[in-house]
DNA sequence: CGCTAAATGATAGCCTGCTATCAAACCCGT
DNA sequence: ACGGGTTTGATAGCAGGCTATCATTTAGCG
């Protein structure tokens, strides 16, 4: 059975707080603030039973490590910062992919990925 | 200076015909067809050159290795058939994303990638 | 407590996509 | 047709992300 760790408590302690997707290395420096000497592996562990739990969710990025956000209701999509390489997510998802589709395809799902530069790295390089 | 190669001239061959993105094993597998014996080499080589060239642009899929179109004017997406792994072009893109866009942060681009099944898999697998 | 199965950390290994290397083949101006 | 620099094909090597292995530690039931 699953036993309650001090790491796995730290791995989601820091998903949760993070508030944005997190990429296994940035989960391994945040909840190594809880559980110091964490080692990589063991967030790989943790993050491949709390997807499969779902509680967490994979967000992909082309070209990127996935990050991986806590699982919530509402659709929505991500912003990609190419300064900082962090993920954010984002409201407002223009529906109408239908209009999109071509003739004679299904269409099961979208994502829309924006990209540019977050609030926080356009004050330091402006 | 550039040589015209039967190897370069059988991969722009190959990437017009398709009239889709492809990747650099779909771009040999048609390409020796005009020049039998080709090696992946030179087809990650002239790739790069067509790139460079702006005759190509990269198509990226999380999880996938990129894609290569023949560079087109017009504003597009894609649609990535979970069947065959075929990428085509779709129109129509949903502007609007500058209302997603967060406060503060610089919108610079935007990808949409539709997944579905496409015609010719709907029919093959029901 | 004491025990046992679960979990951990370190690290070697795997996989895939791509690049470097180099002898052989080829393009093309002369 | 010649010759020299370009291109090619084969393959070894690299990189990054992830998994497997295994001795050691630990949770938590009894």
């Known amino acids: ?5 001090q790491q796995r408590e730290a791995i989601k302690k820091a998903l949760g707080e993070a508030g944005r997707p997190l ?3 940035e989960i391994l420096e945040e909840a190594r603030a809880h559980s110091p000497g964490m080692g990589i592996a063991t967030v790989y562990r943790a993050v491949k039973q709390l997807v499969d739990a779902d509680w967490l969710a994979p967000v992909e ?18 912003f990609y910062c190419r300064e900082c390489g962090r993920v954010f997510a984002v409201q407002h998802c223009p529906g ?28 330091s390089t402006p």
């Open 1 to 5: 059975m699953q036993r309650r760790t």
């Open 23 to 25: 990429s296994p290395h």
């Open 96 to 123: 109408d992919f239908r209009r999109m589709t071509p003739r004679g395809f299904r269409l099961e799902s979208h994502e829309v990925l924006l990209r540019g530069v977050c609030a926080e790295c356009r004050k």
């Open 61 to 78: 990025i082309p070209g990127e490590p996935p990050r991986y956000e806590v699982v919530r209701q509402d659709h929505h999509h991500h």
